[in-house]
């Protein structure tokens, strides 16, 4: 029953922010490792950032790096992705999953095997 939903994604102007919710359940955080993902039209799912507890280590993608902060709040069961300066080329669908990476952060789909049902963010230009 672990599950994984997202929320926060919507319909913003280039340069504006938004911040997407990975609300976790039934132990979907027993993996110390979550990370997010978009998928482009068209496109293969690619990796955006990670994060890891309890000491927090985090990675990000170089095109979303200054500009994307991904967070934890352990009390609350929720991951989270602060975007700021959004994009146009960032629109797509985002992902959260969990997966089991202790040390180094993986950066592709194979390393997670838990996903939410995905959130659409659509920048305007």
């Known amino acids: 029953q672990a599950q994984l939903v997202e929320s926060g994604g919507g319909l913003v102007q280039a340069g504006g922010s938004l911040r997407l919710i990975c609300a976790a359940s039934?132990?979907?955080?027993?993996?110390?490792?979550m990370g997010w993902f978009r998928q482009f039209t068209g496109k293969e799912r690619e990796f955006v950032a990670a994060?890891?507890?309890?000491?927090?280590?985090?990675a990000y993608a170089e095109s979303v790096k200054d500009r994307f902060t991904i967070s934890r709040d352990s009390t609350e069961s929720t991951v989270y992705l602060q975007m700021n300066s959004l994009k146009p080329e960032d629109t797509a669908v985002y992902y959260c999953?969990?997966?089991?990476?202790?040390?180094?952060?993986?950066?592709?789909?194979?390393?997670?095997?838990?996903w939410g049902q995905g959130t659409q963010v659509t920048v305007s230009s």
């Open positions: 999953a969990a997966g089991s990476w202790k040390v180094v952060p993986i950066m592709t789909t194979d390393g997670y095997n838990l």
């Open positions: 039934g132990g979907a955080f027993i993996s110390h490792s």
């Open positions: 994060i890891n507890w309890p000491l927090g280590r985090t």
